[in-house]
């Protein structure tokens, strides 16, 4: 079974750091443009980082760029979602995901989904 499971999230003060990880198992993701989501209840979800297969492309909201880095370990079929200088709106529930298109952008375009993780970020 195709599975991603985040881990990593909990609560930060503003001003703080977490690193969020993405633990693939099943199938190999290793030709997958991976992609980190976030929601708010009563928003849509929303791209905030995406990385290439090759980890040569990547992609950031404007809200999060300079802040927040997107990695990815093949070998360990895992993706990392680093996130320094973290302010209170970007409290939300962070969601991996992945596809075998090429930039995907909208959350219709990701067929593989983990189940989320919550990040809170406290003023």
């Known amino acids: 079974q195709d599975r991603l499971v985040e881990s990593g999230g909990g609560l930060v003060q503003a001003g703080g750091s977490l690193k969020l990880s993405c633990a693939a198992s099943?199938?190999?993701?290793?030709?997958?443009?991976m992609a980190w989501f976030r929601q708010v209840p009563g928003k849509e979800r929303e791209l905030v980082a995406r990385?290439?297969?090759?980890?040569?492309?990547?992609y950031y909201a404007d809200s999060v760029k300079g802040r927040f880095a997107i990695s990815r370990d093949s070998a360990k079929n895992t993706v990392y979602l680093q996130m320094i200088s973290m302010k209170p709106e970007d409290t939300a529930i962070y969601y991996c995901?992945?596809?075998?298109?090429?930039?995907?952008?909208?959350?219709?375009?990701?067929?593989?989904w983990g189940q989320g993780t919550q990040v809170t970020v406290s003023s």
């Open positions: 995901a992945a596809d075998l298109r090429t930039n995907p952008y909208y959350r219709r375009e990701y067929l593989h």
């Open positions: 099943g199938r190999t993701f290793s030709r997958y443009t």
């Open positions: 990385i290439s297969w090759s980890g040569g492309g990547t």
